[in-house]
């Protein structure tokens, strides 16, 4: 994991280095070599960063969140569940090569799941498809877990972030409920339920999901915990929703979330399961050639959390 980033502006490598030799700082699109693609002024990357987007009749909301996603992310996965609206053909339209994958099941935990099965990438970043998250962000995501991280966990509450879009209702229990989650998990979080998250592929296997439901952001979180990979948050602003109504509902969804960590707690004595299943709905995938990207620029630090 330490050659799969290296800034543009290092010294000579030491001979022998798996690094190659250092470069000018690439125009917008340039790689920069042999596997390597530019992030930013300062960063090349080798890892393939796949972007995963749960939609259902959110065409309205695309061209903004496909418009902040940045040039050099290696695909995105719009999971549609069944839009009656033009959500697939706008996608299809702004970005022709991106992979849609039909949802088969029901809820953000399945969507999620079918997305991840469908992607190719080695990192992967979860990105809502109603306009609250900043796809310039994603660059933040990715420098930290090229750093070594094995989650970057996005945070309205961590020095830096914030939020337009929370009650105080919500605010009250996502603080109580983040409370209890580092109570009985040995975590540090600072926020829980919130959905803009990146991470290695390969680490499905050791959190080994197998929710349906919005709870899927929580249980997440404690599996992540659970399997003691290193998490790093990464502080994130919460924007409102741009069309459309959200199916968010504080106290339905936050006794979800109470039961999923209730459920977590009382299985830790076995330790998580291994083995990720491949959902229903993977089988849907379909991928058009060509590629398509606008800019994306910007890097926040985050503070380290994990156990």
């Known amino acids: 994991m330490t050659t799969a980033?290296?800034?543009?502006?290092?010294p000579d490598p030491v001979p022998g280095s798996a690094l190659p030799a250092p470069v000018a700082q690439p125009a917008p699109g340039e790689r920069t070599g042999p596997g390597y693609r530019p992030v930013s002024s300062h960063l090349a990357i080798t890892p393939r960063v796949s972007?995963?987007?749960?939609?259902?009749?959110?065409?309205?909301?695309?061209?903004?969140?496909?418009?902040?996603?940045?040039?050099?992310?290696?695909?995105v996965v719009l999971v549609d569940g069944a839009s009656t609206d033009d959500t697939v053909a706008v996608a299809r339209r702004l970005r022709p090569g991106l992979t849609i994958v039909a949802q088969r099941g029901r809820g953000k935990g399945d969507a999620l799941l079918a997305g991840f099965a469908a992607c190719t990438g080695d990192i992967v970043v979860m990105v809502d498809a109603d306009g609250s998250a900043d796809g310039a962000e994603i660059v933040s995501y990715v420098s930290a877990l090229v750093g070594g991280a094995d989650f970057a966990k996005g945070s309205r509450f961590a020095n830096g972030g914030g939020t337009d879009d929370m009650t105080t209702v919500r605010r009250l229990g996502n603080r109580l409920l983040t409370s209890l989650v580092n109570q009985k998990f040995g975590t540090r979080y600072t926020d829980l339920c919130y959905g803009y998250n990146a991470f290695w592929r390969h680490c499905l296997h050791d959190i080994a999901l197998d929710c349906a439901g919005f709870e899927v952001e929580t249980l997440i979180n404690i599996r992540v915990g659970r399997a003691g990979l290193r998490v790093q948050e990464i502080p994130s602003h919460e924007y409102r929703r741009i069309h459309g109504a959200s199916n968010l509902r504080a106290v339905r969804d936050g006794l979800r979330v109470l039961r999923v960590i209730l459920r977590?707690?009382?299985?830790?004595?076995?330790?998580?399961?291994?083995?990720?299943?491949?959902?229903?709905s993977a089988?849907?995938?379909?991928?058009?050639?060509?590629?398509?990207?606008t800019e994306g620029a910007g890097a926040t630090e985050g503070a380290e959390v994990g156990r």
Do not use: C, Q
Not at 5 to 10: E, F, G, K, V
């Open 5 to 10: 980033a290296r800034s543009l502006a290092d």
């Open 51 to 75: 972007v995963v987007i749960p939609a259902m009749n959110e065409a309205a909301n695309l061209p903004y969140v496909f418009a902040s996603l940045p040039p050099w992310i290696h695909e």
């Open 264 to 280: 977590e707690r009382g299985a830790r004595r076995g330790g998580p399961a291994t083995g990720t299943p491949r959902p229903e």
């Open 283 to 293: 089988k849907g995938a379909e991928t058009a050639k060509g590629a398509g990207a």
